[in-house]
């Protein structure tokens, strides 16, 4: 479908939230918007088919879809949704009716995947201009040399004549990127299983001991989100049936799940304060009641547990860390605190808008709007501080990590302000 010279996915009029400033809020508007496939642009006009009321675009390379629970409980809006872009603004709107927009999100995510192919085929473009230097014929004409074929070619040629004639290799060995490549990542993929996992484990620990369990049903409902429960009808350590006549009854592991039998060789009983302190996770005034602070655990996640406990021990001692590893800890829990800043700042906000009119719950709330903006402060500067630590390789794997932390800490930073911001609009108000 045309429009405008456009390849169109999709058309029509949505209600969009204007860019918000400081404590104000944007105001909504409705927009006429245009899905275009070839720019895979959300393009929003004020008027309908004139193209010189455009006043904006999207643009969907690298974006998300925000669903519309989640902006319905944020924005307090029905039917909304959001298009959370590589910038890290964060693009509001919603339509007349359910069924519209559930056509626009499976829209714009078809554009996000066309973006994505896009992106995909000029990379595999520029990959195939470096197989080959201009005027010199096709890549595969060409042979490959490694470095000691580099050192004759100079010794042979004078860099004059080198350069006047373009005798450059046009493909070069990887060996010793590769080789470098394999220094930097010496750990066996059994190891790194191994680390996955105990990293696993203590984020379930402090997601029992510390989430909000109000949401669901019950305790047990809470527990299976954390990890799903399989219903298995034999423990998966000893195989033993659940019956009266075998005197063990079921239960699964919190950790991992797995359905396992009440008997002493299968698993026990862990306290989750206890957990948390061993693997270094506990941060008190566990939100966890009382009556389910003792959780079972199967014996494979014991060794989890223990195998984290040597892990928080060397992260405390920090003998041997780099300062990569610093940086990337010390950023690790500076958004742990500011997650439970801004928890404890919605609840605050809760109180005053349910009638709770106190001045002391009133400043606390300030208080800790102050805090949790300094700590995304303080966040934004470690990152920058790791993504700019000098590398010898800039094509190296580490390079790449520093820069994807930068990045992901630096989004989710700018959305908690947004969002943080948005609360205190309304404490204002």
Not at 133 to 148: C, E, K, T, W
Request: net charge positive; aromatic share 8%; with cysteine.
């Amino acid at each position: 479908k045309a429009f405008l010279g456009l390849m169109v996915l999709k058309e029509g009029y949505l209600t969009k939230q204007g860019e918000s400033f400081l404590f104000i809020a944007g105001k909504w508007q409705r927009r006429w918007f245009v899905l275009d496939e070839d720019a895979v642009q959300l393009r929003y006009y004020e008027e309908r088919g004139v193209e010189s009321s455009l006043k904006g675009s999207i643009d969907l390379r690298g974006a998300s879809v925000v669903e519309s629970k989640d902006c319905l409980e944020l924005k307090k809006k029905d039917f909304c949704f959001g298009v959370n872009t590589l910038s890290g603004r964060t693009y509001y709107m919603y339509g007349e009716h359910a069924g519209e927009t559930k056509a626009w999100v499976s829209a714009v995510k078809e554009g996000i995947n066309i973006a994505k192919k896009k992106q995909r085929k000029e990379g595999q473009g520029e990959r195939g201009k470096l197989r080959s230097r201009p005027g010199m014929g096709l890549a595969s004409d060409f042979v490959v040399v490694n470095a000691n074929s580099q050192k004759k070619l100079a010794q042979q040629y004078s860099e004059d004549l080198v350069e006047q004639l373009d005798l450059h290799p046009a493909v070069v060995s990887l060996t010793t990127q590769f080789n470098q490549m394999r220094k930097e990542q010496p750990q066996s993929s059994e190891k790194k299983t191994s680390t996955v996992n105990t990293e696993r484990t203590r984020v379930r620990v402090q997601k029992l001991l510390y989430s909000d369990r109000s949401r669901y049903a019950s305790d047990d409902a809470f527990e299976k989100s954390i990890s799903n429960w399989d219903s298995a009808s034999k423990c998966n350590v000893c195989s033993s049936g659940f019956s009266f006549l075998s005197g063990k009854s079921k239960t699964n592991c919190r950790l991992c799940g797995a359905t396992v039998c009440d008997a002493d060789s299968c698993c026990s009983m862990y306290n989750l304060v206890d957990m948390a302190k061993l693997v270094n996770v506990y941060k008190g005034n566990p939100k966890c009641p009382v009556n389910r602070l003792n959780v079972p655990v199967c014996g494979k996640c014991e060794k989890e547990v223990n195998q984290a406990v040597n892990t928080a021990e060397l992260d405390k001692g920090g003998a041997n860390k780099t300062k990569m590893q610093q940086l990337y800890k010390e950023a690790c829990a500076l958004k742990g605190q500011i997650s439970a800043d801004v928890s404890h700042f919605e609840d605050l906000v809760k109180q005053i808008h349910g009638g709770n009119t106190a001045p002391a719950v009133r400043d606390k709330a300030h208080e800790m709007h102050s805090q949790i903006l300094q700590g995304l402060k303080s966040l934004t500067r470690t990152t920058q501080i790791l993504a700019k630590l000098p590398v010898k390789n800039k094509q190296s794997q580490r390079q790449k990590f520093q820069s994807s932390v930068h990045l992901a800490f630096n989004s989710w930073a700018k959305e908690t302000k947004y969002h943080v911001n948005s609360l205190a609009d309304v404490l204002a108000r």
